[in-house]
Protein backbone atom coordinates (compact mmCIF):
# COMPACT_ATOMS: atom_id res chain seq x y z
CA UNK A 1 0.00 0.00 0.00
CA UNK A 2 1.80 3.37 -1.17
CA UNK A 3 1.22 6.04 1.00
CA UNK A 4 -0.05 9.35 -0.14
CA UNK A 5 -2.19 12.39 0.35
CA UNK A 6 -5.33 13.83 -1.71
CA UNK A 7 -5.10 17.87 -2.21
CA UNK A 8 -8.13 17.76 0.72
CA UNK A 9 -5.30 17.36 3.04
CA UNK A 10 -3.87 20.76 2.10
CA UNK A 11 -7.92 22.31 2.14
CA UNK A 12 -6.84 25.58 3.20
CA UNK A 13 -3.46 25.96 1.84
CA UNK A 14 -4.58 25.50 -1.57
CA UNK A 15 -6.72 28.24 -1.29
CA UNK A 16 -9.64 26.96 0.76
CA UNK A 17 -12.89 25.19 -0.39
CA UNK A 18 -15.00 25.79 -2.80
CA UNK A 19 -17.76 23.84 -2.64
CA UNK A 20 -18.86 25.38 0.73
CA UNK A 21 -17.95 29.04 -0.64
CA UNK A 22 -14.91 28.98 1.91
CA UNK A 23 -11.89 30.52 0.42
CA UNK A 24 -8.72 31.92 2.49
CA UNK A 25 -6.82 34.28 0.78
CA UNK A 26 -3.74 33.75 1.17
CA UNK A 27 -1.04 35.21 -0.86
CA UNK A 28 0.65 32.30 -2.76
CA UNK A 29 -2.10 29.33 -2.97
CA UNK A 30 -0.38 25.61 -3.39
CA UNK A 31 -0.08 25.17 -7.02
CA UNK A 32 -0.82 21.51 -8.47
CA UNK A 33 3.06 21.28 -9.27
CA UNK A 34 3.93 22.89 -6.60
CA UNK A 35 1.65 19.98 -4.15
CA UNK A 36 3.45 17.59 -5.76
CA UNK A 37 6.75 18.75 -4.34
CA UNK A 38 5.39 19.05 -1.25
CA UNK A 39 4.11 15.69 -1.69
CA UNK A 40 7.74 14.50 -2.13
CA UNK A 41 9.36 16.56 0.24
CA UNK A 42 7.30 14.37 3.17
CA UNK A 43 8.67 11.24 1.86
CA UNK A 44 5.04 10.08 0.42
CA UNK A 45 4.62 8.01 -2.72
CA UNK A 46 1.23 9.11 -4.35
CA UNK A 47 -0.95 12.37 -4.77
CA UNK A 48 -4.39 12.17 -5.80
CA UNK A 49 -5.14 16.50 -7.00
CA UNK A 50 -9.01 16.27 -6.79
CA UNK A 51 -11.91 19.02 -7.46
CA UNK A 52 -11.05 21.29 -4.93
CA UNK A 53 -7.77 22.41 -7.45
CA UNK A 54 -8.50 23.78 -10.77
CA UNK A 55 -7.25 21.21 -13.11
CA UNK A 56 -8.90 22.77 -16.02
CA UNK A 57 -5.64 23.86 -17.11
CA UNK A 58 -3.91 24.78 -20.68
CA UNK A 59 -2.14 21.08 -22.02
CA UNK A 60 1.20 23.08 -21.25
CA UNK A 61 0.38 23.61 -17.64
CA UNK A 62 -1.00 19.94 -17.05
CA UNK A 63 2.18 18.40 -18.42
CA UNK A 64 4.08 20.51 -16.40
CA UNK A 65 2.65 18.43 -13.33
CA UNK A 66 2.59 14.97 -14.87
CA UNK A 67 6.92 15.80 -15.68
CA UNK A 68 7.45 16.81 -11.94
CA UNK A 69 5.24 13.60 -10.87
CA UNK A 70 7.71 11.68 -13.21
CA UNK A 71 11.02 13.75 -12.08
CA UNK A 72 10.02 13.04 -8.64
CA UNK A 73 9.02 9.75 -8.71
CA UNK A 74 5.49 10.55 -7.30
CA UNK A 75 2.22 8.70 -8.50
CA UNK A 76 -0.36 11.15 -9.76
CA UNK A 77 -4.37 10.59 -9.42
CA UNK A 78 -6.78 13.27 -10.52
CA UNK A 79 -10.22 13.58 -9.05
CA UNK A 80 -13.28 15.39 -10.28
CA UNK A 81 -17.13 15.40 -9.66
CA UNK A 82 -19.99 13.80 -11.55
CA UNK A 83 -19.80 10.19 -13.66
CA UNK A 84 -21.51 11.26 -16.98
CA UNK A 85 -19.90 10.53 -20.23
CA UNK A 86 -18.59 14.47 -20.69
CA UNK A 87 -16.82 14.18 -17.45
CA UNK A 88 -15.21 10.90 -17.96
CA UNK A 89 -14.15 11.97 -21.29
CA UNK A 90 -12.51 14.97 -19.69
CA UNK A 91 -11.00 13.21 -17.32
CA UNK A 92 -9.14 11.35 -19.54
CA UNK A 93 -7.85 13.90 -21.72
CA UNK A 94 -6.33 15.47 -18.66
CA UNK A 95 -4.76 11.94 -16.94
CA UNK A 96 -3.20 11.47 -20.67
CA UNK A 97 -1.53 15.12 -20.38
CA UNK A 98 -0.22 14.67 -17.03
CA UNK A 99 0.80 11.05 -17.08
CA UNK A 100 -2.13 9.89 -14.43
CA UNK A 101 -2.84 6.61 -13.78
CA UNK A 102 -6.12 6.74 -11.52
CA UNK A 103 -9.00 9.29 -11.87
CA UNK A 104 -11.31 9.29 -8.50
CA UNK A 105 -15.30 10.41 -9.02
CA UNK A 106 -18.04 10.51 -7.34
CA UNK A 107 -22.11 10.73 -8.46
CA UNK A 108 -23.72 14.28 -8.48
CA UNK A 109 -27.01 12.65 -8.79
CA UNK A 110 -29.04 10.03 -8.44
CA UNK A 111 -29.60 7.39 -11.01
CA UNK A 112 -30.74 3.76 -10.62
CA UNK A 113 -27.09 1.78 -10.69
CA UNK A 114 -27.74 -0.04 -13.67
CA UNK A 115 -27.85 2.97 -15.70
CA UNK A 116 -24.27 3.65 -14.52
CA UNK A 117 -23.31 0.14 -14.97
CA UNK A 118 -24.21 0.58 -18.41
CA UNK A 119 -22.40 3.48 -18.87
CA UNK A 120 -19.36 2.27 -17.22
CA UNK A 121 -19.44 -0.73 -19.30
CA UNK A 122 -19.12 1.45 -22.43
CA UNK A 123 -16.47 3.28 -21.39
CA UNK A 124 -14.44 0.37 -20.55
CA UNK A 125 -12.58 -0.36 -23.69
CA UNK A 126 -11.15 3.63 -23.01
CA UNK A 127 -10.28 3.31 -20.05
CA UNK A 128 -8.23 -0.45 -21.42
CA UNK A 129 -6.81 1.66 -24.14
CA UNK A 130 -5.42 4.36 -21.82
CA UNK A 131 -4.27 1.67 -19.25
CA UNK A 132 -5.93 3.94 -16.87
CA UNK A 133 -8.15 3.02 -13.44
CA UNK A 134 -11.37 4.66 -12.64
CA UNK A 135 -12.66 4.87 -8.75
CA UNK A 136 -16.20 5.70 -7.62
CA UNK A 137 -15.61 7.27 -3.91
CA UNK A 138 -18.61 6.70 -1.49
CA UNK A 139 -18.76 10.44 -1.06
CA UNK A 140 -20.25 12.90 1.08
CA UNK A 141 -23.63 13.91 -0.84
CA UNK A 142 -24.53 10.51 0.62
CA UNK A 143 -26.63 10.12 -2.70
CA UNK A 144 -25.67 5.82 -2.24
CA UNK A 145 -24.91 3.51 0.62
CA UNK A 146 -21.80 1.92 0.02
CA UNK A 147 -24.01 -1.85 -0.41
CA UNK A 148 -25.40 0.51 -3.33
CA UNK A 149 -21.29 1.18 -4.54
CA UNK A 150 -20.71 -2.94 -4.07
CA UNK A 151 -23.72 -3.55 -6.62
CA UNK A 152 -22.30 -1.46 -9.22
CA UNK A 153 -19.03 -3.02 -8.90
CA UNK A 154 -20.09 -6.06 -9.23
CA UNK A 155 -22.25 -5.21 -12.03
CA UNK A 156 -19.14 -3.67 -14.34
CA UNK A 157 -16.78 -6.51 -12.87
CA UNK A 158 -13.84 -5.14 -14.36
CA UNK A 159 -10.33 -4.44 -13.05
CA UNK A 160 -10.14 -0.94 -14.49
CA UNK A 161 -12.87 -0.09 -12.18
CA UNK A 162 -13.36 -0.01 -8.55
CA UNK A 163 -13.89 2.07 -5.22
CA UNK A 164 -12.09 5.05 -4.06
CA UNK A 165 -12.82 4.33 0.23
CA UNK A 166 -13.74 7.06 2.15
CA UNK A 167 -13.45 6.26 5.80
CA UNK A 168 -15.74 8.84 7.10
CA UNK A 169 -18.46 10.15 4.34
CA UNK A 170 -20.92 7.30 4.71
CA UNK A 171 -21.27 8.60 8.72
CA UNK A 172 -24.17 10.49 6.78
CA UNK A 173 -25.94 7.60 6.08
CA UNK A 174 -25.50 6.23 9.90
CA UNK A 175 -23.03 3.67 8.12
CA UNK A 176 -20.24 2.85 10.73
CA UNK A 177 -16.64 3.40 8.78
CA UNK A 178 -15.71 -0.19 9.48
CA UNK A 179 -19.19 -1.12 7.61
CA UNK A 180 -18.00 0.81 4.61
CA UNK A 181 -14.34 -0.25 4.77
CA UNK A 182 -15.55 -4.11 4.87
CA UNK A 183 -18.71 -3.19 2.23
CA UNK A 184 -16.09 -1.94 -0.67
CA UNK A 185 -12.91 -3.60 0.15
CA UNK A 186 -13.16 -5.96 -2.14
CA UNK A 187 -13.55 -3.32 -4.71
CA UNK A 188 -11.12 -0.62 -3.54
CA UNK A 189 -8.20 0.92 -5.75
CA UNK A 190 -7.57 3.94 -3.13
CA UNK A 191 -8.74 4.57 0.54
CA UNK A 192 -9.42 7.76 1.93
CA UNK A 193 -8.06 7.99 5.38
CA UNK A 194 -8.89 10.63 8.16
CA UNK A 195 -10.81 10.87 11.69
CA UNK A 196 -13.10 12.29 13.28
CA UNK A 197 -15.10 12.99 16.65
CA UNK A 198 -19.06 13.22 17.10
CA UNK A 199 -19.96 16.02 19.68
CA UNK A 200 -23.29 17.16 20.83
CA UNK A 201 -22.93 20.77 20.47
CA UNK A 202 -26.54 21.45 21.09
CA UNK A 203 -30.21 19.92 22.48
CA UNK A 204 -31.15 19.21 18.72
CA UNK A 205 -28.44 17.11 17.56
CA UNK A 206 -24.80 16.21 17.04
CA UNK A 207 -22.09 17.48 14.94
CA UNK A 208 -19.04 15.46 13.41
CA UNK A 209 -15.86 17.41 13.61
CA UNK A 210 -12.14 16.32 11.86
CA UNK A 211 -9.54 15.48 14.60
CA UNK A 212 -5.68 14.74 13.97
CA UNK A 213 -5.52 10.78 12.80
CA UNK A 214 -5.60 8.92 15.71
CA UNK A 215 -6.51 10.77 18.21
CA UNK A 216 -10.54 10.35 17.11
CA UNK A 217 -13.09 7.67 16.84
CA UNK A 218 -11.87 5.70 13.88
CA UNK A 219 -9.86 2.51 14.41
CA UNK A 220 -7.33 2.81 12.06
CA UNK A 221 -5.81 -0.55 12.16
CA UNK A 222 -8.97 -2.04 11.90
CA UNK A 223 -9.41 -0.35 8.27
CA UNK A 224 -5.93 -1.06 7.36
CA UNK A 225 -6.53 -5.10 8.49
CA UNK A 226 -10.16 -5.25 6.69
CA UNK A 227 -8.09 -4.06 2.89
CA UNK A 228 -5.47 -6.55 4.45
CA UNK A 229 -8.04 -9.32 4.36
CA UNK A 230 -8.97 -8.77 0.65
CA UNK A 231 -5.51 -9.18 -0.71
CA UNK A 232 -5.96 -5.73 -2.28
CA UNK A 233 -3.27 -3.30 -2.26
CA UNK A 234 -4.90 0.28 -2.41
CA UNK A 235 -3.42 3.78 -1.67
CA UNK A 236 -3.81 4.99 1.60
CA UNK A 237 -4.39 8.53 0.85
CA UNK A 238 -4.41 10.92 4.17
CA UNK A 239 -7.45 13.60 4.33
CA UNK A 240 -8.63 15.80 6.89
CA UNK A 241 -11.53 17.78 7.24
CA UNK A 242 -10.03 20.93 9.91
CA UNK A 243 -11.48 23.65 10.59
CA UNK A 244 -10.08 27.73 9.72
CA UNK A 245 -8.55 28.98 12.77
CA UNK A 246 -8.68 32.78 14.01
CA UNK A 247 -5.03 33.67 11.35
CA UNK A 248 -3.95 32.33 8.21
CA UNK A 249 -1.46 31.98 9.31
CA UNK A 250 -2.37 29.68 12.41
CA UNK A 251 -4.24 27.55 9.79
CA UNK A 252 -1.03 26.57 7.52
CA UNK A 253 0.71 26.01 9.95
CA UNK A 254 -1.97 23.28 12.23
CA UNK A 255 -2.89 22.36 8.77
CA UNK A 256 0.54 21.14 8.36
CA UNK A 257 1.08 19.86 11.90
CA UNK A 258 -1.71 17.64 11.32
CA UNK A 259 -0.67 16.10 7.80
CA UNK A 260 2.97 15.43 9.53
CA UNK A 261 1.75 13.88 12.84
CA UNK A 262 -0.72 11.72 10.37
CA UNK A 263 2.10 9.84 8.29
CA UNK A 264 4.22 9.14 11.68
CA UNK A 265 0.76 7.68 13.33
CA UNK A 266 0.14 5.65 9.99
CA UNK A 267 3.58 4.19 9.69
CA UNK A 268 3.44 2.57 13.03
CA UNK A 269 1.06 0.53 11.55
CA UNK A 270 1.89 -0.54 8.28
Not at 32 to 44: R, S, Y
Not at 110 to 139: C, D, H, M, W, Y
Not at 197 to 215: D, H
Request: glycine share 8%; hydrophobic share 40%; proline share 4%.
Amino acid sequence: MKLGVTSYTYRWAVGGDRRFGDSMKIEKPLKPFELVQKVANLGLEVVQICENVDLNLPDGELKKIGRTADNLGIKLELGAAGMDLSVLKRCVKMAELAHASLVRVYPTEKEPVTKIAERIRGFLPVLQTKNLLLAVENSSLWLYASRELAELFEKVNSPSFGACVDVVNSTGLLEKPLETVETLAPYAMCLHLKDYSIQRREVGGFMIFGVPLGTGLLDTKAVLNALRRTGRDPDILLEQFMGKRETVQETLADEDKWVKEAIKYVKTLR
